[in-house]
């Protein structure tokens, strides 16, 4: 079992910048790969960055550049440094952990609410 839990959202305005937090607990959190995806209403779930076990990232085309995601996994946190930030930016943002065992499923947080007022 792992939880995670968001925190970091908020009202910007464009151009701004927001740190966005992910503080996970469980079994094997330096194995997995965490990552922050992003849901507007009556849209899909869409990526927006992950990071492996070994450091590497992987960003969704609209926000690279332009956001970086990192890992502390003494801390057993991921962030999501945002800058620059568009009106289309705006989503409830989660974040998310892998399975590494066979036995389980994928896990979620519950969101954070990011607004980005032009």
């Known amino acids: 079992q792992v939880q995670l839990v968001e925190s970091g959202g908020g009202l910007v305005q464009t151009g701004g910048s927001l740190r966005l937090s992910c503080a996970a607990s469980?079994?094997?959190?330096?194995?997995?790969?965490m990552g922050w995806y992003r849901q507007t209403p009556g849209e899909q779930r869409e990526l927006v960055a992950t990071?492996?076990?070994?450091?590497?990232?992987n960003y969704a085309a609209s926000v690279k550049g332009r956001f970086t995601i990192s890992r502390d996994n003494a801390k057993n946190t991921v962030y999501l440094q945002m800058n620059t930030l568009k009106p289309e930016d705006t989503a409830v943002y989660y974040c998310?952990?892998?399975?590494?065992?066979?036995?389980?499923?994928?896990?979620w947080g519950q969101g954070t609410q990011v607004t980005v007022s032009s």
């Open positions: 998310h952990s892998d399975r590494v065992l066979s036995s389980e499923s994928d896990y």
């Open positions: 469980g079994r094997f959190l330096s194995l997995r790969t």
């Open positions: 990071i492996t076990s070994s450091g590497t990232t």
